[in-house]
């Protein structure tokens, strides 16, 4: 899509509102903020800035248009598992959702159209993709080195790194011996083949994360065999999702406090979660029995059955939802394996057990690197501190998962320790986006060049969160799961209600930070009285 057309705001200077087609310049662009990505961190992000009145910042895009992992995400079935009216921004709410659980089409929709909304298009360069950031303490600025789709490398130069690329991002594909001789065709659920007709062919789908939940039962009916090869039983619930009557529609659109009402109804329906999640197990029991009837209903073969049952408490992996997945793996066409995938040949699969599966597709459903993310990150903080290595040999630290010590200006958004497993992960950026802004400003109202998280505000919130995490059901739960890094360290939820982390971020605590001049000196605590209670909006 072309950017609008609409005139820069005033005071805005070329290099920052730019025509989504323009190409590249050579020389660097300076800039106050950098906001990497255009999903709901970037995009709120970009919103937050526009309501403040600011205009001086960019948003550093690979792709051709906004989005996200509602863009890049496009297989069959794609939907979201956070009800409609709670997984949106809570000033930009749709009175227009299909159904109470939104398809990808929509969501994407949606963002495109807040993008066309604040304009926010102008601010967005397309196909440039973020290689690497240093910060400059001299000048006070991150580097920024990008790759853009003229293979022409550009420098961005910013007082403000926000990063904004979450971490369902990087497919996680693994590493199958012989997979460079197979004949037929592979592919992530992230990076669907659409030119791939499925029909009438033999299927290995590997995995059974939140996205092999939703696309098998859209292919199951369609392929001649469907072989899926899983590693542990999920926890798959009902999905009670129906299609929104109409007249719901038009009263959440013309009396907008019914919808609000609405919303509020969700959120608190879905924090009752957290209670069972956060050292109170016997609170899901409860649940476990409707997703034990769940799969007796739609299951009579009891072998398949016992194949299905998960063996660790509810909540310890990601909770899922669909109506027909069971139903599709009790089919005549599909096949349910259990023991590992060892080989791949040229035309089939071999399993652990030493069995031959006949296969012209692989479909990875195998989820994204979370916790490893960070690992392809290039960030380099003061003293030249490398973030990823940092983190690999002191573990992923930072301070309400949004800012790290040692990386002054640098504002994660659904950083780590922020992810949810019961509510909208929505909420939790809108309040980490205000936050940023909060910083931002203290570091403004003090004419400071930077501001840095201190590493004793930081070791606080991460012991208290590490000590929450130990009663949680992640760790308690008798499963593996993608929550915890490589040292078992749980590195991505939120442990609690989300309500305690709006109140966590609600204000920036001025003792916690250090302002540094542009010279890279300390200026220390802000010492005016009136920034003791700094408003976080």
């Known amino acids: 899509m072309n950017a609008p057309t609409a005139e820069a705001p005033e005071g805005a200077t070329n290099s920052r509102v730019v025509e989504a ?26 919103i937050a800035l526009v309501k403040d009145g600011r205009h001086d910042f ?44 939104s398809p990808q089409p929509e969501i994407w929709e949606y963002l495109r159209r807040v993008t066309d909304k604040y304009q926010l298009r102008r601010y967005v360069r397309f196909g440039v993709e973020v290689t690497g950031a ?20 550009v420098e961005y130069r910013a ?42 062919k033999k299927v290995a789908v590997v995995g059974t994360g939140a996205s092999a939940i939703q ?6 009916g369609q392929v001649e065999k469907l072989t899926l090869f899983q590693r542990s039983a999920p926890w798959v619930l009902p999905k009670l999702d129906r299609e929104l009557p109409g007249w719901a529609k038009t009263l959440f659109r013309v009396f907008p406090p019914a919808r609000r009402a609405y919303r509020a109804g969700v959120y608190w329906i879905n924090e009752s979660l957290a209670l069972g999640f956060n050292g109170h197990p016997a609170l899901l029991r409860a649940v476990e029995r409707i997703g ?22 509810l909540g310890c992996k990601r909770v899922l939802m669909s109506n027909n997945y069971y139903s599709a793996l009790a089919g005549p066409k599909a096949e349910v394996v259990t023991a590992g995938l060892t080989e791949v040949r040229e035309h089939s699969v071999v399993d652990s057990d030493g069995v031959e599966h006949q296969v012209d597709a692989i479909i990875y459903g195998t989820g994204f690197h979370v916790t490893d993310s960070f690992d392809y990150l290039d960030i ?66 003090h004419r400071a060049e930077a501001i840095e998280v201190r590493e004793s505000a930081q070791a606080r919130f991460n012991d208290e969160i590490q000590r929450r995490l130990a009663k949680g059901v992640w760790s308690t739960g008798g499963c593996t799961n993608w929550y915890l890094d490589a040292k078992g360290v749980n590195r991505t939820i939120w442990p ?42």
């Open 496 to 537: 609690g209600q989300t309500w305690r982390y709006w109140l966590a971020t609600r204000t920036v605590e001025p003792s916690n930070f250090e302002l540094i001049s542009a010279t890279g000196g300390t200026g220390g605590q802000p010492g005016a009285p009136e920034m003791a209670t700094e408003g976080a909006a």
């Open 21 to 46: 087609g323009d190409e590249l310049a050579s020389r660097p662009i300076d800039t106050e903020v950098a906001i990497i990505g255009t999903g709901f961190s970037g995009l709120g992000m970009g």
């Open 134 to 153: 240093r910060w400059d303490p001299e000048s006070g600025r991150w580097i920024l080195r990008t790759r853009g789709t003229s293979g022409e490398p």
């Open 292 to 313: 034990r009837r769940h799969l007796a209903r739609q299951v009579s073969d009891p072998v398949l059955r016992r194949k299905l049952m998960p063996r660790y408490t």
């Open 215 to 220: 696309f098998v039962p859209e292919i199951a």
């Open 380 to 445: 380099k903080g003061r003293d030249g501190r490398d973030l990823a290595a940092h983190w690999r040999d002191h573990g992923i630290q930072t301070h309400l998962g949004i800012t790290v010590s040692g990386f002054p200006n640098l504002f994660f958004l659904l950083g780590p320790n922020t992810g949810l497993g019961h509510n909208s992960v929505v909420f939790m950026i809108e309040a980490q986006v205000r936050y940023a802004l909060a910083a931002m400003k203290l570091a403004r109202r």
């Open 58 to 101: 960019v948003i550093l895009e690979k792709a051709d248009d906004v989005g996200g992992t509602w863009r890049d995400n496009s297989y069959p079935g794609c939907a979201c598992d956070v009800q409609s009216h709670m997984y949106s921004f809570s000033f930009e709410q749709n009175p227009s959702w299909s159904r109470m659980f």
């Open 159 to 200: 007082q403000f790194l926000v990063a904004g690329v979450g971490a369902l991002h990087i497919p996680n594909i693994p590493a199958l011996p012989g997979i460079e001789r197979f004949a037929g065709t592979a592919f992530h659920s992230a990076q669907w083949n659409h030119d791939y007709d499925l029909t009438g």
